[in-house]
């Protein structure tokens, strides 16, 4: 039984990729995240845009793209804010 994290499984898919000389294409969340995956409906209008995702059947909201948003953290805003 493997134990391999999402991401490592990640990290290999690539290094399989690469080996091949093929391009890694992850899949197009423009497409293939019609479906939920809480109750199974499929629509286009489940993604009213590309980074989100919303289920006209139940409702479910969430991140269509959680693996790629950036963890934005600014640092040093603060002092700018409040001044010296
Ligand atoms: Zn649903």
């Not at 898919?13 to 809480?38: H, K, N, W």
């Not at 590309?50 to 289920?55: D, G, K, R, S």
């Amino acid at each position: 039984m493997h134990s391999w994290s999402f991401h490592q499984l990640g990290q290999y898919i690539e290094y399989r990729a690469r080996r091949a000389g093929v391009p890694l294409v992850y899949a197009d969340p423009a497409y293939t995240s019609q479906q939920c995956s809480e109750c199974g409906h499929t629509d286009r209008g489940n993604r009213p845009s590309q980074a989100t995702f919303a289920c006209r059947s139940c409702g479910a909201l969430m991140h269509a793209e959680r693996q790629r948003v950036p963890q934005h953290r600014p640092q040093g805003r603060d002092r700018a804010d409040h001044g010296a």
